[in-house]
């Protein structure tokens, strides 16, 4: 009851000072002079007694024990979860998120462990808000509400229902009211980061806010209103795109990256190739070292290795069976044909004898 009285006053409050805005007033946002009083109430309280809270609580509690509290409210925060999928008439969701508490709840000591969701059991966020905006209630102004922050006239009136919707109001509340405090301490101290970089990125902290806020918002709503749209299809398929086919043995959801021009080549005697080279692998070997027939008379000799040219001198006349070492490496040496060895010595001149 007060928290309807609480948005009811920022209604009226944002109506009377609507004149004042002037031409620049957003058309989101008609109430931005009050939201901006408010606003700032909440920045001064937020910096000066929210977050030396939060930063104490970091400081004291261990991480472990940090993060066993944050998962004991996100437990319970799965039964309001599956009430509004319900409503909704998510079936699958709603199911998930009361799999979700129980699973939780039993093998996570009560909540404190996080089972759920290495299991595949995906956390949905959801609140009345949202439950409205699906069945075509529009979000309306903007608003800003004192202590509880940004917010729209539809998501002001969720707010009401998500209380009711909480299990810790239905605790008495000796035990209900520290609860209440420690699950605002450990949501703020799991946001000091983003409080970090909103001081450093932005220049008007109000806009935004104002403006992530409402992204956010639309963007929730469209996730739970559709579904997701599937990712398109990369696959390279021979049959669409006239690819290659893939190559055996390769996943079929990979495309075929194989050189056409590396097929397997049969082995070609007229070109060299040696039988038994490994398939695909294109021939580098010369035309012209093709393996030579033995010649008797240009002298190259039977038993030369195939392939290898020729370099024995077309003049030289073979060789004599007696040569065996020459003839084992496959080349003879030509033997000079048997001559008179040219001298250069100069006839002597008869000189006759002096009388």
Not at 329 to 345: E, I, L, M, N, W
Request: net charge negative; with cysteine; proline share 11%.
């Amino acid at each position: 009851m007060k928290l309807r009285t609480t948005v009811l006053a920022l209604a009226a409050t944002g109506l009377m000072s609507g004149c004042a805005t002037g031409p620049d007033r957003k058309p989101g946002d008609p109430f931005e002079p009050a939201n901006r009083v408010i606003f700032n109430f909440n920045d001064g309280l937020d910096r000066y007694v929210a977050v030396p809270v939060a930063k104490g609580y970091q400081k004291v509690t261990p991480q472990p024990l940090r993060t066993a509290v944050s998962n004991f409210f996100s437990n319970l925060g799965d039964l309001s979860n599956a009430a509004n999928n319900l409503l909704q008439l998510k079936i699958t969701d709603a199911t998930e998120d009361i799999v979700r508490f129980a699973f939780n709840s039993t093998f996570g000591l009560g909540g404190l462990l996080d089972w759920a969701t290495p299991a595949g059991l995906p956390k949905h966020h959801q609140d009345f808000g949202l439950t409205l905006g699906h069945w075509g209630v529009p979000s309306g102004p903007y608003l800003v509400l004192p202590l509880f922050g940004p917010s729209t006239v539809r998501d002001s009136m969720g707010l009401i229902v998500d209380v009711k919707f909480n299990p810790l109001n239905y605790i008495e509340p000796a035990t209900r009211n520290p609860l209440y405090v420690l699950h605002f301490v450990s949501t703020r101290s799991d946001l000091l980061g983003a409080s970090d970089l909103l001081q450093q990125a932005a220049l008007d902290k109000y806009s935004f806010v104002r403006d992530a806020y409402s992204q956010q918002r639309r963007a929730r709503l469209r996730g739970t209103g559709d579904n997701a749209a599937p990712l398109p299809n990369y696959d390279d398929e021979g049959g669409e795109s006239g690819a290659a086919a893939p190559a055996a043995g390769a996943p079929a959801a990979l495309p075929n990256y194989a050189d056409p021009g590396d097929a397997a080549q049969a082995p070609n005697a007229a070109s060299g190739s040696a039988t038994g080279a490994p398939a695909g692998v294109p021939n580098y070997t010369d035309p012209g070292d093709a393996p030579q027939a033995p010649n008797a008379a240009s002298g190259s000799t039977t038993g030369g290795p195939a392939g290898v040219p020729n370099y024995t001198d077309p003049g030289g006349t073979p060789n004599a069976p007696a040569a065996a070492p020459a003839a084992a490496s496959g080349v003879t040496t030509p033997t000079p044909s048997p001559q008179t060895a040219p001298t250069d010595k100069k006839p002597q001149e008869v000189v006759p004898a002096t009388q």
